[in-house]
């Protein structure tokens, strides 16, 4: 196996914890140090044996002609160098923040984009070992289901009136500075561990004069499946704890059956509901920075470069993290939760943001509920003539029309239709064109395939087949396309919140073995099921805000919904689409 040939972009504070992490990556030679400064990259290159030094990267580009740079330099010089690693096509790991503002983080992502260069930011808190172990245990349903996430941060680096001079004195002049270049961590961390965030609520201060930017912050966030996660910090007050970076705080993680706590130290506590709290041991170290949390990062990015795999952290990941922290600095602002995809990019300036349009068009996905519709009886009970007003008897199919089912439909003992999450009917979701389908057509997971890496925990997901245009013939029932056992597994994986059909069912209503194999697999996974939809084909754009919501049956096994789809008009007026959405969308 080849050794993968590095150089190092950076000679400051941090890239001591990158290169000691690489010289302790077998498959890995850095080669090379450039810094701006040549005293700082002598002296690097003593430290930790390094044959080159250079103090121009365009230069030891195409002098070390490496296989990946890695990028530790300060957030307004990552576009220029990023450019240039991609003319050479050379793979790139750098450190966040990204850029020093959105637009640019924008920029950067288009070069990355268009280049095909593999690329990854170098997010290390999600790979901190006791959350990898936390996320282990979540996925293993140690505590249940996940209702909220709380992480109290207190470093207490920056009370002093020369704070980080000795270290990153860039953080002084930064116009974002806590959430920015902190809080992008735990943002990053909580949707590694708790999915997509819909909403932010926050208050932002500035405790230290001597700083620009804020340095104290209480974030509220709102997920996608349900769950709530505060992030409780400020880098002014100090820890009792004599080492406060070495998890940055304490954490509270919680289910619907216990508890798991994070410890200063990094010792994890599990506490089932009505039992004694116990320790749980895993592998911890106090090595390099975070519980060597920069090894393991760099470890990741060596793995996946070999292997053509996706990076965790990739662009399109991290302008997600980048829209989250958007959304907490306008809720500062503004003083309201602001939902992520309302959040602006602004232009020029901390505090500028574009305003959205108001524009909204809302499109219909019902079937209407007349005499006629399979399962639905609309009989006259009271007319003006005879009694002084108007009023129908209506006698509904729980499953009939447009319909979501609920776990008790087809599980023992399933949650019933009451019991159904609201927050999970409601929010945006993705509309993926399957068009066209055959007849009996059978998903598997290749038919999802092109949206694969798009697809993270939390998304709802409406698939267009344009079957509702069959809507009144027998092959509306009888000859639909229908969800593989593979793909609803795969959904399930993806811990995907909503799946939104056009036919009656995701299955074959003719095959009861399907039918049940199917539904039992997305309804033990928590994935609400709406069937029945119509009119997708009438939305011009790729995400929606989607509101289905059930009729408020007790015991209900199922019930008709409301849904629509709400999105920004683009007639007359084109929607000028946000720097955000554009990069997003490349990527």
């Known amino acids: 196996m080849s050794t993968l040939r590095g150089l190092c972009i950076g000679a400051g504070y941090f890239s001591r914890y990158h290169l000691d992490a690489w010289r302790r990556i077998p498959e890995v030679e850095i080669a090379a140090v450039c810094d701006i400064d040549p005293g700082k990259a002598a002296q690097a290159a003593r430290e930790f044996s390094l044959a080159g030094t ?5 230069a030891a580009l195409d002098a070390v002609q490496p296989d990946f740079v890695d990028i530790v330099t300060p957030p307004d010089t990552h576009l220029a160098l990023v450019e240039q690693a991609a003319r050479r096509g050379v793979a790139v790991i750098c450190q966040k923040p990204l850029a020093p503002d959105d637009e640019t983080a924008c920029r950067l992502a288009d070069v990355v984009d268009r280049s095909g260069i593999p690329f990854m930011v170098h997010e290390n808190f999600r790979f901190q070992p006791w959350h990898r172990e936390i996320k282990r245990l979540l996925e293993a349903g140690v505590i249940g289901r996940l209702h909220s996430l709380s992480f109290r941060s207190r470093p207490g680096d920056g009370w002093r009136p020369d704070a980080y001079l000795d270290r990153q004195p860039y953080f002084r002049e930064m116009p974002r500075l806590l959430v920015h270049e902190t809080g992008v961590h735990f943002i990053d961390t909580f949707r590694f561990l708790a999915g997509e965030i819909e909403e932010a609520y926050a208050i932002l201060r500035r405790l230290n004069r001597h700083v620009r930017g804020e340095d104290a912050g209480l974030l509220t966030l709102r997920f996608a499946s349900g769950a709530v996660g505060v992030w409780d910090a400020n880098r002014y007050n100090e820890s009792t704890d004599p080492d406060p970076r070495y998890t940055f705080g304490e954490f509270l993680v919680e289910g619907d059956a216990g508890s798991i706590r994070l410890d200063p ?5 599990v506490q089932p509901l009505g039992e004694p709290e116990r320790e749980h041991p895993y592998a911890h170290e106090r090595r390099g920075f975070g519980g060597d949390c920069v090894y393991f990062t760099q470890r990741h990015f060596v793995e996946r470069l070999r292997s053509g795999q996706p990076f965790e952290t990739h662009v399109a990941d991290y302008l997600r993290t980048l829209a989250v922290q958007e959304a907490v600095y306008r809720s ?3 003083n309201r939760p602001v939902r992520v995809r309302e959040a602006a990019i602004r232009s020029e300036g901390p505090t500028e943001v574009r305003a959205p349009s108001e524009r909204r068009r809302i499109v219909d996905l019902t079937l209407p509920i007349t005499a006629s519709l399979p399962g639905a009886s609309v009989t006259t009970a009271r007319t003006i003539a005879a009694d002084g007003w108007n009023a129908t008897t209506l006698s509904l199919y729980s499953h009939c029309g447009t319909h979501m089912d609920a776990p008790r439909h087809f599980l023992d003992g399933g949650a ?7 927050s999970r009917c409601c929010g945006p979701a993705k509309v993926l064109d399957l068009t066209p389908v055959q007849p009996r057509e059978l998903f598997g997971v290749e038919r999802l395939a092109r949206w694969a890496e798009r697809i993270v925990p939390g998304d709802r997901l409406l698939l267009r087949t344009d079957w509702h245009r069959r809507f009144g013939t027998e092959a509306y ?5 229908r969800i ?5 597994r795969w959904l399930v994986e993806r811990q995907v919140a909503l799946l939104g059909v056009e036919p009656p069912s995701v299955a074959d209503v003719n095959n009861l073995e399907e039918i049940t194999a199917v539904h039992q697999i997305l309804l033990r996974g928590n994935v609400v099921i709406v069937e029945g939809l119509a009119h997708l084909d009438e939305i011009p754009v790729e995400t929606v805000e989607f509101v289905a919501l059930p009729l408020r049956v007790a015991g209900g096994d199922g019930s008709p919904v409301r849904a629509i789809a709400s999105f920004e008009d683009a007639s007359p007026r084109p929607r000028q689409e946000s720097d955000l ?3 997003s969308r490349r990527t």
């Open 54 to 58: 250079w103090s121009d990267a365009a």
């Open 581 to 583: 959405e554009k990069c």
């Open 416 to 422: 019933t239709i009451d019991q159904q999450p609201l």
């Open 332 to 334: 500062a602002e503004q």
């Open 477 to 481: 029932r009888h000859e639909l396309p």
């Open 265 to 269: 130290d990094g010792r994890l506590t």
């Open 484 to 488: 593989s056992v593979e793909l609803a």
